[in-house]
């Protein structure tokens, strides 16, 4: 059965980011370019909701935190099987320090 994705505020407001601090550097279609490509990397999940590796930095919350990486961005999730749904927590750009992963999501 196929899971449906869901985008916390939280990821959606790092993915909006993404895309203006982009926009602002490399132009709108460079920006789009990467925005998209992140989403529809995470399109693969709602067939494939475990193809993600465990998030180590996470590991001591219980929701069982996974990732995917597309470029230099890691989009974590994790499988909400009480709402039948992959909730997307957080799109983090690898080249900051690891410990901000760890951010309140």
Request: glycine letters at 4%; zero cysteines.
């Amino acid at each position: 059965m196929e899971l449906k994705l869901f985008w916390t505020d939280f990821s959606q407001k790092e993915l909006e980011k993404i895309y203006q601090y982009h926009r602002e550097k490399a132009g709108i279609r460079i920006a789009k370019k990467l925005v998209n490509g992140i989403y529809n990397e995470t399109l693969k999940l709602q067939r494939q909701p475990e193809i993600g590796q465990a998030e180590e930095l996470l590991k001591n919350r219980n929701q069982g935190f996974r990732y995917l990486v597309y470029k230099n961005y890691k989009v974590i999730y994790w499988i909400n099987r009480k709402k039948n749904r992959i909730e997307i927590n957080d799109v983090f750009d690898t080249r900051q320090n690891p410990i901000k992963i760890e951010r309140k999501k």
